[in-house]
């Protein structure tokens, strides 16, 4: 095999004083230490957490600056390819919202019972902002919707992003 050249460092297991419960390295335990996101259900903090996500991606996709990169990292088709293209489209015709709030009350987590990485979550939102084209004012917006959106734990993460949602009300 090859030979290595100079001074070569000689190390000990006895000279570090070794012992099982002071490894260099701790060895979790497969029992406990898996990530409790990628074991427990969908709450509804975590489902809050998630649709603020979506706003502010959302209020950069869409808004004057047309930041749409992120997109993917809170949406999963059929939803990121639609609004990839609404916010692509919002740019090449010179469009934007700039929000001013999005408010949101989760009313309801429904975790799918064969599927605990499906999930549904219908929230009460308040969207508030103003729309431009060409940089000029357009109009308020004020919507008061009940939204029911589709959760979908990505397996290799464990992070909950949205697939679709319908406005029910």
């Known amino acids: 095999g090859p ?3 100079g001074d ?14 002071s490894a260099v390295i701790p060895i979790p335990d497969p029992q406990t ?4 996101s990628a074991n427990t259900e969908l709450n509804q903090e975590q489902a809050t957490q998630v649709i603020k996500q979506w706003f502010t991606l959302k209020s950069q996709a869409l808004g004057p600056q047309h ?7 809170i949406l999963l088709d059929p939803a990121l390819s639609r609004w990839r293209e609404t916010a692509q ?8 919202w700039e929000y001013q709030q999005h408010q949101l009350n989760v009313r309801q987590v429904e975790v799918n019972k064969t599927d605990p990485n499906q999930a549904t979550v219908e929230v009460d939102v308040t969207e508030v902002g103003k729309l431009y084209e060409g940089g000029q004012f357009v109009r308020d917006g004020n919507e008061q919707l009940r939204v029911r959106y589709e959760l979908v734990r990505d397996k290799n993460n464990a992070q909950w992003r949205l697939r679709n949602w319908e406005i029910i009300q």
Do not use: R, V
């Open 3 to 5: 030979t290595l050249e």
């Open 33 to 36: 230490s898996a990530a409790p």
């Open 8 to 21: 070569q460092l000689q190390i000990k297991l006895s000279d570090a004083n070794f012992t099982e419960t």
């Open 89 to 96: 489209l919002a740019k090449q015709q010179n469009w934007y």
């Open 67 to 73: 930041q749409f990169e992120q997109l993917n990292t």
